[in-house]
């Protein structure tokens, strides 16, 4: 059912073993998980809300996202409608620990200004916005146009006035000389993590095509750093597990940008309670 080669890279990654359990478990259902709109309501009334639907609270964002025993049927929901929450991905709100630890380093919690690169549909972007305080600024940037409307509509239902929505190539962002405290870079990726809940995303893996995206990942990153004040964090993700787009990735950030990774994590279906993830959190030195 999937690709051997995509099977063999698996094995080197984590032995047969736990590759095994990792080919097993994309063969079960995806999860549900719903992150709550602070702004809007409690995680306490989310889940009244939900009744006994609500299931437990996601192990590395309980403030904010917990597990759906099924799926309801979001589109016949107001409160979908009224932004009090989002439906994401559990794995995937790792993100908002990271943006935490990067915010206590800086050492500020107000006045940030923070940028979410590849922001469609908008997971991140709200997420972000639910971690930051109004004195703070957030760009959340989508280079395809129709996704970008999708991405600002989403905005628009979380309700918070500190973003802006762009939609340009990263290329744009070059000359913005150390201006963001913070980025996001959720890459476009060859999307292993999604093989489960997306048949599309198994059609279109090959080699050929993970080493292409892993190329654009450089490009792109090489082209926001520049944007990124010394000592500023950027946030790098895809939702794939081999070494090419993820651990080789952040190595050349190190090395060729300059770098200084402080966590790396994998997050493995059949492991972990989501979706394949993989997410690093890199400090820019003073050099670069
Ligand atoms: N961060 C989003 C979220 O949490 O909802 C998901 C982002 S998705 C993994 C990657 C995004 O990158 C897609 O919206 C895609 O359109 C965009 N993208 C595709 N090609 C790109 C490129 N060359 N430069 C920047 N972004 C690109």
Redesign the pocket.
């Known amino acids: 059912m999937f690709p051997a080669e995509f099977i063999n890279g698996l094995n080197e990654s984590l032995g047969p073993e736990r590759a095994g359990r990792v080919v097993s478990a994309l063969a079960e259902d995806p999860e549900v998980s719903v992150r709550v709109n602070p702004f809007k309501c409690s995680v306490e009334d989310l889940r009244a809300h939900f009744g006994p639907l609500a299931g437990d609270p996601v192990a590395w964002a309980p403030e904010e996202g917990f597990y759906l025993r099924e799926r309801p049927s979001f589109t016949l929901d107001p409160l979908f409608h009224a932004g009090a929450y989002y439906v ?1 991905e559990a794995s ?1 709100m790792y ?1 908002g620990c990271l943006f935490d630890k990067a915010v206590s380093q800086l050492g500020r919690q107000s006045g940030l200004k923070v940028l ?12 972000l916005l639910s971690h930051l305080d109004d004195a703070s600024i957030l760009v959340a ?4 146009p129709s ?1 970008a409307t999708v ?1 600002a509509e989403n905005v628009a239902r979380w309700g918070c006035a500190n973003v802006a929505v762009t939609n340009s ?2 290329s744009a962002f070059t000359a913005l000389r150390s201006f963001f405290d913070v980025m ?1 870079v ?4 060859s ?1 292993e993590g999604m093989f489960r809940k997306d048949e599309r995303a198994v059609a279109e893996w090959s080699p050929d095509n993970v080493r292409l995206c892993a190329a ?1 990942q450089r ?2 990153l090489g ?1 926001v750093w520049p944007a990124l004040a010394a000592g500023g964090f950027l946030i790098y ?3 794939t597990f081999n070494r090419y787009e993820d651990e080789d990735n952040v190595e050349w950030i190190c090395s060729e940008l300059g770098g200084q990774c402080l966590e790396m994590r994998h997050f493995w279906p059949g492991e972990d309670r989501g979706e394949g993830f993989f997410a690093a959190l890199i400090q820019k030195g003073a050099r670069s």
Do not use: F, M, W, Y
Request: glycine content about 8%; charged content about 20%; some cysteine.
């Open positions: 994401q995937s993100a979410d690169l590849c922001a469609a549909p908008g997971g991140k972007t709200t997420q940037n989508e280079v395809v996704r991405l190539d990263p996001v959720d890459a476009p990726c999307g654009r490009r792109i082209n993700s895809t939702c």
